[in-house]
């Protein structure tokens, strides 16, 4: 089997979807999520309630240029600029399906939504940019860190540990 026959295998939303998802407490201050998101070449996050932790909204980069119509762009929270509800799709349909979704409904990234101990949380994501990589890549090698085969920890303890973190951030500006 070569390369290239390896790439045409990888033709479903699990195939490149990445586990593992960013997410902030909905009071994260918009200017801060921004600086994280370019930091770490995000094209979204999920905005997480902070009590139980469920995925209440998204923050991309739609939503952040948006926020230019108000004069306050600078002071707003992620809460207020979030894209309410977060857009899901399975991870069993093929790319070409999920493109053409994410151009219907106008967004850049696609959660998969797991429910754990009556907690709604993302487990993975697949965005335009895991699309273009997997059009641009010369070899299966160029995406052995995407998809579900990709080694790293559980997705629901990358899901704690981010959520503990933005917790603790959240604390830390408070005092």
Not at 1 to 10: G, K, P, V, W
Not at 34 to 44: G, H, I, S, T
Not at 117 to 123: D, Q
Request: hydrophobic content about 45%.
């Amino acid at each position: 089997m070569t390369d290239e026959t390896n790439l045409t295998e990888r033709k479903l939303v699990r195939d490149l979807m990445t586990v593992g998802v960013p997410t902030c407490p909905p009071t994260t201050p918009l200017v801060d999520l921004v600086r994280l998101m370019l930091e770490k070449n995000w094209e979204a996050v999920v905005v997480l309630d902070g009590d139980e932790g469920h995925a209440i909204g998204v923050v991309g980069q739609a939503e952040i240029v948006k926020s230019y119509e108000r004069e306050d762009a600078r002071t707003l929270t992620a809460e207020q600029v979030m894209h309410e509800g977060v857009p899901q799709v399975p991870p069993d349909i093929p790319l070409p399906v999920a493109a053409q979704m994410m151009l219907d409904q106008h967004v850049r990234a696609f959660f998969l939504m797991h429910n754990a101990g009556g907690v709604t949380y993302p487990a993975a994501m697949i965005t335009f940019r895991h699309l273009m990589r997997h059009l641009a890549a010369e070899s299966d090698d160029d995406l052995k860190d995407m998809g579900i085969a990709a080694a790293r920890k559980a997705p629901l303890q990358q899901f704690i540990e981010r959520r503990d973190a933005a917790k603790r951030a959240a604390d830390s500006r408070r005092k």
